[in-house]
């Protein structure tokens, strides 16, 4: 069975850094598209970053200027590193991976199959 574990979320102030962990069971992670998804109160779950195969990263908007997607495939381990967080980054962090993203789509939710449970970030 594929298991994603997230950790590493809780609170934090404002202009504070985070480190999110997935650890991946059950996969070759090397081999698959990975990626972070946030889903805020009473929002839709949104892409965060996502990073292939290759170590080609995509984010969402300007994220790309706090944030940062890496991964230790020896560790089968996905991070997301943030930094300078806003309370408006609160939410529900969520890892996912798959084999098959079509290029230009990596940050959309329906082009994962497997998912974590979700990590909390507030931000205050």
């Known amino acids: 069975d594929v298991q994603l574990v997230e950790s590493g979320g809780g609170s934090v102030q404002a202009g504070g850094p985070l480190r999110l962990s997935c650890v991946f069971g059950?996969?070759?992670?090397?081999?698959?598209?990975m990626a972070w998804f946030r889903q805020a109160p009473g929002k839709e779950r949104e892409g965060v970053a996502a990073?292939?195969?290759?170590?080609?990263?995509t984010y969402a908007g300007s994220l790309k200027d706090r944030f940062a997607i890496s991964r230790d495939s020896a560790k089968n381990t996905l991070f997301l590193h943030m930094n300078s967080l806003r309370p408006e980054d609160t939410g529900m962090y969520y890892c996912?991976?798959?084999?098959?993203?079509?290029?230009?789509?990596?940050?959309?939710?329906?082009?994962?199959?497997?998912w974590g449970q979700g990590t909390q970030v507030t931000v205050s």
């Open positions: 059950g996969i070759v992670t090397s081999r698959y598209y």
């Open positions: 990073i292939d195969s290759a170590g080609s990263t």
């Open positions: 996912a991976a798959d084999r098959g993203v079509v290029p230009n789509t990596e940050l959309w939710e329906s082009e994962y199959s497997f």
